[in-house]
Structure formats: structure tokens, C-alpha cells
């Protein structure tokens, strides 16, 4: 545009150009050909290397599903709003179009971002908006009400995992690792068609610490849990009761037919002296198997299957 003021006090073209920088920096102007011959000052931004003459299809195209981008549909879409698309960074631009001098066509558009990090992709910043646009404001607002949405989801979830956690923990031997009479109880309590019981009691564990010391004790505390956990099938729950005692739930199909086995395997596993800083502790169980029943039968007759073992 010429730098003139034309006559009878109309604007200058560059005055109409610092208001239209001003007002609207992302607006585009094309003549019938849909050929730019005018653009704002920060429409470079969202369409690198856009230069006047150059063909609008080279930097805008429609947005999947809206109208095809021709001189006619912009000429009879003026008064309305179209939604837009750059062609390289894929900006949805919110155009009201409006039908200019001769065959020319002004579009008036404004960039509709999904965030701050769009700011970043694009390389805008707040002074390359108009002083009335809200868009920076609605982003900034925007982000932080996502950002709060997901501090508080990681928040929920960091509480679900120490919940997790702290439950692990309740039905957990701390020593040993296997369930603790706790987990014990609510195993029963399911009340698991088929559930066998395997009850194993150290023999004279009280010599032991008394010969070797609680540390010791402590240890071969460990090795009995230990072994129980490599015979014992996967699906089953591994248990010290307390003290010298521990018990194996096992579920499944043929639990009774495993409960026997498994009783036999653990006499003979325990054959195997404990090594411990050079000490080797001998130790013995006695092992009752209890068949499948329910809750109040199981825990009655576990008792009575450990004395006759």
C-alpha cells in the first residue's frame, strides 16, 4: 500500500495497515485469484515463509469436513465464520470473512490453540495477539485447569498406590515376607470352593534360638518361608501364623490330591540342613493336611491335623 493520505482526510494505507496490525495480526487478505496480498504481522508465524502473491492454498486449506477454500465460498461465506487450517503447523484458525473492495476478500482470523505448548510449537507469544483477543487468557486458564486436573489424578493415583501399599503391608510378615494371620483369616473367609490347608510347625525352633540366638532364629525363619514358596503352586497362599507355625492355602482344581503331595515335599525339603555364616542348623517339621471344607472346619481341624502329623 502507498504511504499517501488521500484527500478529504481519509486514512493513510499505512495507517489502515498499523490498524489492522493492531487490531487483527492474524488477518489475511486475497484477491480473485485467491492470490495473499496482504497478511498480519504475526501471520508469518503461523505460516512460515508466506510472502505477498503467494497462492492462499499454499499456506491455508480447509479443515477436515468445512468447506472447500475457493473464491466463491469465500466471497458467499462474508458476514460468517469458517474454520480454517494452516498447512504446515495444521493451526485451526477461526476466520470472519468479509467481502472487500472490487473482487478482493479480508479474512479476520484468529488462531485456535489447544494449550501453551501450542504457543511453544508455533513460537508465539502474548504481543502477537491483539490487546482485546482473550485467546492467551482462555489458554492460560485453560492449562491451569488442566494442569490442577492432572495434579489432582496423579495425586488419586499416588493415594490408590500407597493404600495398595499400606494393604500390602497389613497382610504381610515383615520378617519373612509371606501373609501374616491376617491374610490368613480373609483366605478362609473367600471361602474358595476346593481350599486345602497344609499346616507346618518348626520343631524345637525354641533350641534353636536359644543355641544360635534370635538372629539366627530369625533367619531360618526366613529359609523355611523360602522353601515353602518354591513348592508351592503359584495360585496358592503362603502364610506364617506366628511364631514357628506356618500354613499353605491351596486352591484350585485337585487341591486335596496337591495338599498331600505338597506335605511330603516340604518333610523332605526341610531335611536339608540350614546353612548360616558357616553354622549348619538341622532342622525338622511336622506337617498336617487338612482336606477342603469350609472356613470354621479348616481352621478346627488344623489343629488337630498338626498334633496327629
Known amino acids: 500500500m502507498a504511504d499517501t493520505e488521500r484527500e478529504g482526510g481519509h486514512p493513510s494505507a499505512e495507517s489502515i495497515q498499523d490498524f489492522l496490525d493492531a487490531a487483527f495480526p492474524f488477518y489475511l487478505r486475497v484477491d480473485e485469484s485467491l492470490a495473499v496480498i496482504g497478511f498480519g504481522r504475526s501471520m508469518p508465524l503461523l505460516c512460515p515463509g508466506i510472502v505477498l502473491g503467494a497462492p492462499l492454498g499454499g499456506h491455508i486449506q480447509t479443515f477436515p469436513g468445512r468447506i472447500p477454500v475457493t473464491h466463491a465460498n469465500l466471497r458467499v461465506q462474508a458476514g460468517s465464520a469458517v474454520v480454517l487450517q494452516t498447512r ?6 477461526r476466520c470472519q470473512m468479509f467481502a472487500g473492495v472490487a473482487t478482493q476478500t479480508l479474512l479476520l482470523a484468529t488462531p485456535w490453540l489447544d494449550g501453551l505448548e501450542d504457543l511453544d510449537r508455533t513460537g508465539l507469544s502474548l504481543g502477537d495477539f491483539a490487546a482485546h483477543d482473550s485467546t492467551p487468557d482462555f489458554m492460560f486458564v485453560s492449562q491451569g485447569q488442566l494442569t490442577a486436573l492432572n495434579d489432582a489424578r496423579r ?6 498406590q500407597l493404600e495398595s501399599e499400606r494393604r500390602a503391608q497389613a497382610l504381610c ?12 483369616t480373609e483366605s478362609l473367609a473367600e471361602n474358595n470352593p476346593g ?3 497344609v499346616i507346618v510347625d518348626i520343631d524345637h525352633f525354641k533350641e534353636v534360638n536359644d543355641t544360635f540366638g534370635h538372629p539366627m532364629g530369625d533367619a531360618v525363619l526366613c529359609s523355611v518361608a523360602d522353601r515353602l514358596r518354591s513348592l508351592a503352586a503359584a495360585q496358592d497362599t503362603i502364610v506364617r501364623l506366628g511364631g514357628d507355625e506356618f500354613a499353605v492355602l491351596l486352591h484350585g482344581d485337585e487341591s486335596a490330591a496337591r495338599s498331600v503331595t505338597l506335605a511330603h515335599a516340604i518333610v523332605a525339603s526341610m531335611h536339608q540342613p540350614v546353612l548360616l555364616d558357616g ?14 471344607g469350609d472356613p470354621h472346619t479348616l481352621a478346627r ?4 491335623a498338626l498334633y496327629t502329623a
Open 173 to 184: 510378615d515383615p520378617l519373612t515376607g509371606v501373609g501374616n494371620r491376617r491374610r490368613f
Open 88 to 93: 504446515i503447523l495444521k493451526v485451526r484458525l
Open 279 to 292: 553354622a549348619k542348623i538341622s532342622i525338622s517339621v511336622s506337617v498336617g493336611a487338612v482336606p477342603h
Open 195 to 197: 481350599t486345602c490347608l
Open 301 to 304: 481341624n488344623a489343629d488337630v
Open 155 to 160: 495425586l488419586a493415583e499416588r493415594l490408590r
